[in-house]
């Protein structure tokens, strides 16, 4: 393995460990000594309503409140390209949770009393809640190659299957907390937990209507995002942002886990309809129609729809192919970035399809995927091409060597009668590292390297220690490359004010595309190397020469340079009285690339995938009647721990990406994107392999009864 890969101390385990780290929570007074004023949001309470008035009760000296007439700027929260979320609610609130109004005061217990005072008065209006009845587009896209049509005409069958995902909350340590404190010189200083500083800087400008000089952000450290902490922060930070200006007092924000589970962002839930055409045995065509439920507002939805599209097919290539792609608008929570960005969702159609068209065929399941894996030079759905060696085939040996897949999946499919009943899934999926489309060819983001006269080196770059090792795995890039030890090189947490607009904290893009920027600009800095002095080295993003340049109108090109691969095992027992499911053993391969840092890479890849096998098992989030999430807790949102699963293992597969540094590809999300498709397939061959279809996720205690039912029922014996 390269030395790079070598693992060290991460830079942020000793205060962390500690107990030292100060979030956004912890500040006891503002940077001047100030005091911090409490701010806390008046949600809405209805699902779609006009809201006539709102009854305040007297405010004491000090206390104020704080609404959509206080906004100096645009009233609409900046999203990359979207700004259609209210930064307090327009005329119409239109999800239950939606901000009206923020009461900001010195003391906490206060603050919550007035709160708890207020009266609104609405005019309800009828709400869509279901993504079935939804019609609005927020996004679509529509796309495919090849004659469709006409294969489909011509197949001598046709599998068509409706496959069905639900939320996932990002349930990071850290809730959601902001804060905002007017500087002296009439500067807006916004600071908390966050993914993306200079997100968090166009939304705050945006809507104090003010210029970009005059505001700054900073990441405060921040405990967890998983992509939970992408957009929201901007519209947390710019409620903050206004209610400070109004007091010209620092406020501060910060949601209990309460708010942050019912009304923060969270995973699409997701309705797709696949269609697989079949002649003489072999597989035609395949058609996708992709729903995603975007909730109340677009946000991210358009981005996360457009990786959904574009890994619409998975790992394989099929002659024909179409597909239709929609964000449909919904009174709910609005739902955006987490961590596999709309891959989950259509990965876990993908591949359900090709199990039950392998069980409809009476093939193995694995042996007819492998007929129609992508390799290197093929197409890929867009029309761009597969660049790099697929290493898909020498994964799926490494997944049977490490957990006896043949072996089982045989054993297992023998009829199973008693009490506890087995089956082994596998999934293969891959993830298109950076992000999509024209991003970041347009945006052309760029670092620096400052080198101090005392031979110390500073990396400016707006990217977030989230957990994820960016403090580590950046100052190690330019160490190794200076040859200079690791203590040398800082990387301090990014404050827009002074760091280079190296681009958000996702994708899976922070160490491939950023830290290759970083790699070249310490390559030049040796060169240029002279002691003493103050230099400073600058480098921005470029295309690839090899790159199909995406053309975002016509949906064609290359979506991303590069993929990451995974092939994942889940092996599970079916308890047949009681319909609880245990996990015996989970095996992950995953090519990520070079790891940066093997134990922050296996981190990684451990943490993902124990995230999808909970998206997977048992992370169920629903909203009433009425659009309310009824979720609110830790107690009746259940996330796995260590013991959910006791046998979990992660290998890496090295595929060596000539544009990232050292060869490492995009890590971060890779690892959860196969895992509930394993899952799915494991339970399935548990329950009887050709009598069930679990195509809804999560697979709950009572769907496991209702198929164990059904079984018996079509068995003629009385039911349990
Ligand atoms: Mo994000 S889901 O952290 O791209």
Known sequence: MNTISRSVVKKDHEPKIRGESVFVNDYTAAGDARPILTGKLLHASVARAKVLSVELPELPEGYCYVDARDVPGSNHVLMITWNDLPVFCDETVEYIGEAIGMVVGPDDQEVSRILGEIKVNYEP????????????????????????????????????EEFETGYQEHAYLE?????????????????????????????????????????????????GGFGGKEAFPSLLASQVAVAAQKMKAPVRCVYDRKEDLAYSFKRH????????????????????????????????????LDRAAATAAGVYSFPNLHVHAAALKTNTVPNDAYRGFGGPQVIFAMERLMDHAAKTLGADEVAFRRQYLVKQGDRTVTEGRHHFPVPLPEMIDMLDAACGYWEKHAAYAKPQNGRFRRGIGMALARHGDGLTGTTERDLGFSIRLRKHPDGRVEVLAANAEIGQGTRTTFPKIVAHELGIPLEKVSYQHPDTGRVENSGPTS???????????????????????????????????????FVISFDLDKFRGDAFPTDSWSACAVEAEVDSFTGNTEILSAVGVFDVGTPVDENIVIGQMEGGFLQGL?????????????????????????IPTAADVPKLKTLLHVEEYPDGPYGAKGAGEMPLVGAAAAYAAAVEQALGTDKHRLNRLPITVEDVMKELYREEESDGHDSI
Not at 276 to 290: E, N, Q
Request: hydrophobic letters at 35%; glycine letters at 8%; a negative charge.
């Open 614 to 638: 909970g998206y997977a098992s048992m992370e169920q989030m629903a909203y009433d009647g009425t659009g309310r999430i009824r979720n609110n807790s830790f107690s009746d949102y259940l």
């Open 175 to 223: 809730p959601q907390g902001f804060m905002a404190e007017p500087e002296e010189d009439g500067k807006m200083f916004v600071h908390g937990s966050c993914q993306c500083a200079y997100s968090v800087q166009d939304a705050v400008v945006s809507v104090l209507g003010c210029k970009y000089r005059d505001v700054h952000v900073l990441q405060d450290v921040t405990g």
């Open 507 to 545: 994708a899976s893009r922070s160490l491939m595309i950023v830290g290759e920027l970083l790699r070249r600009a310490a390559i030049r800095l040796r060169e240029q190397w002279a002691d003493g002095e103050e230099q400073e080295v600058r480098e921005s993003y470029t295309e690839p020469d």
């Open 125 to 160: 209006l009828d709400p869509v809640l279901d993504l079935r009845e939804a019609t609005e587009a927020v996004r679509e896209r529509d796309f495919g190659y090849g004659d469709p049509e006409k294969a489909f005409a011509e197949a001598d069958s046709v599998i068509e």
């Open 269 to 304: 839930p997701s309705l797709c309809r696949y269609k697989m055409a079949l002649k003489d045995g072999k597989v035609t065509a395949v058609d996708c129609d992709i729903r995603l439920n975007a909730g109340a507002y677009c946000t991210l939805s358009g981005l996360v």
